[in-house]
């Protein structure tokens, strides 16, 4: 890792593995014009510390207030009117309006008053909180910022939510007077491999690759999850600790993420867990059919896009199949891990009765190897830029997985087959890749090998494609090479191809 030089060299060590976001907020705090930045991202993944690590280094006025969940009306105009006496007039704090327009009156006169060339920053912390229903809000910001601050150079208009979809309807893509206003975005993710490894370097807790893999497997990368991790312990004791210990944070994080996000978090859970429970994905159509009349009705569409918004789960048209619609699956690591492992303690009375290495005894079970294997391949679906360099292909590969389902109407008696993972070259071929997860060099066997042929003739004659097969193997402790590989496989992508930027 390259530190960037002077001061943002030094926020950067300190806001880890943020650097192109502290680039962007770099040139948002430079700029000689009004800026309007939108930033989101799932909880825990660091949005608020990365703004106020940020400003608290610079020469600025840092005005934020935080909404509260559920806060009421007047509770919400009271701590902003609170915090407008703390920043702008040494901590007298004056009364408080009756609505929004009059506190958003209050704020402006405040910042009239400050010093012409001293930069203001406005720091609209989980805004979707802020602006409850009948409210009115959003169309007073709107008022503000199109009458008064977007012609003020110093003023830089930040708002922030945990709820993505929210920021990115009601901001980004907003349709009324805050059209086209955002200046700048920021979609703050999870820690990549990468960023997740340097990270915890950064807090002196040295592991291998191969146990940094089986922490990212549970936490997904979420740097609030990371920063509980101590040094001195293995990936399997870590895990104990932070979700089967008494208290563990992720035993009671996974309803808290939900109801947070989401109004209705009841039914976004319901889609969720019938989401995993069909391990390849499936279809809009059968997804619908198993859901309640409260998880699906008009909204179930717009609930699918929140959870992809966030980041929960991942949209596909299987290769080759655009007429069968829209397939989901899950690609949130902890999501995962906690309905595999942690949702079923909680059915019975065995949370209350968990013992010291109760995990240690789980992970050298075959449910653990079985399971992994699921959770590597959501990694890899997070890593498809790192996966496509380590093949050498073309940014302009595109990514897509492909299954056939047979039929017992198919006079051919040929079986079905599932691709995890293929890429569409420009090239006039495909590569098609095998993503597994072992302890040990993958071999390839006869059996295997059959496997693998069988797979690739299901391909060929279901989707009558005319172009080259190239086959390649993500695994995670790299590959046996023998007669049987060297027959078959083209291109071996490892775990340690993962951890790149």
Avoid at 171 to 194: A, D, M, S, W, Y
Avoid at 347 to 366: D, I, P
Wanted: proline fraction near 2%.
């Amino acid at each position: 890792m390259n530190p960037i030089a002077g001061t943002t060299g030094q926020l950067y060590m300190s806001i880890a593995c943020r650097k192109k976001e502290i680039k962007l907020l770099e040139r948002v705090y430079l700029s000689k014009k009004s800026e309007f930045l939108a930033i989101y991202g799932r909880r825990r993944v660091g949005k608020t510390y990365l703004i106020r690590s940020f400003f608290d280094k610079k020469s600025c006025v840092f005005f934020s207030v935080m909404g509260s969940k559920d806060g009421p009306y007047v509770e919400q105009i009271s701590h902003f009117t609170q915090r407008i006496g703390e920043v702008f007039l040494s901590g007298i704090v004056p009364k408080a309006g009756n609505n929004w327009d009059e506190t958003f009156k209050l704020l402006k006169n405040v910042i009239d008053k400050t010093q012409e060339n001293k930069k203001i920053v406005i720091f609209l912390d989980e805004l979707p909180w802020l602006a409850t229903k009948k409210s009115r809000l959003l169309q007073i910001l709107d008022y503000y910022w199109n009458q008064y601050w977007s012609v003020d150079k110093r003023i830089k208009l930040i708002v922030c939510g945990s709820s993505a979809s929210w920021i990115i309807d009601k901001i980004i893509n907003n349709k009324g007077g805050l059209h086209n206003r955002v200046t700048e975005t920021i979609c703050l993710q999870p820690f990549n491999l990468f960023e997740t490894e340097q990270y915890l370097l950064l807090n002196k807790i040295k592991l291998n690759r191969k146990q940094i893999t089986e922490i990212y497997m549970v936490t997904g990368g979420v740097p609030f999850y990371l920063s509980k991790i101590e040094p001195g312990f293995s990936a399997v004791q870590i895990i104990e600790k932070l979700a089967f210990e008494e208290k563990a944070i992720l035993q009671g994080e996974f309803d808290n993420l939900f109801s947070s996000l989401f109004d209705d978090g009841d039914a976004y859970i319901e889609i969720i867990k019938a989401i995993a429970g069909n391990r390849t994905g499936i279809g809009q159509e059968k997804l619908f059919k198993q859901l309640s009349k409260t998880a699906k009705g008009k909204t179930g569409m717009a609930r699918l896009r929140a959870l992809e918004d966030a980041g929960f789960i991942l949209s596909f048209t299987p290769h080759f199949h655009k007429q069968r619609g829209v397939y989901y699956r899950i690609i949130d690591e902890y999501t995962l891990f906690y309905l595999n492992w942690i949702a079923p303690l909680k059915e019975t009375k065995m949370q209350r009765a968990l013992e010291k290495g109760y995990w240690k005894t789980l992970a050298q079970t075959s449910k653990w190897f079985a399971w992994s294997g699921y959770a590597f391949e959501a990694i890899c679906y997070k890593h498809l830029n790192q996966i496509r360099r380590a093949l050498e292909l073309s940014p302009t590969a595109i990514p897509n997985s492909w299954r056939y389902v047979s039929k017992k109407s198919d006079l051919n008696n040929i079986s079905g087959a599932q691709i995890d993972l293929l890429f569409d070259r420009q090239d006039n071929s495909i590569t098609v890749c095998e993503i597994k997860y072992t302890n040990k060099p993958f071999c390839v066997d006869k059996q295997y090998l059959q496997v693998l042929e069988n797979k690739i003739k299901v391909f060929k004659v279901q989707t009558r494609t005319k172009k080259q097969i190239f086959v390649a193997m993500i695994v995670s402790d790299g590959l046996n090479q023998n007669a049987n590989s060297k027959k078959i496989i083209n291109g071996i992508v490892t775990a340690d191809d993962l951890f790149y930027l």
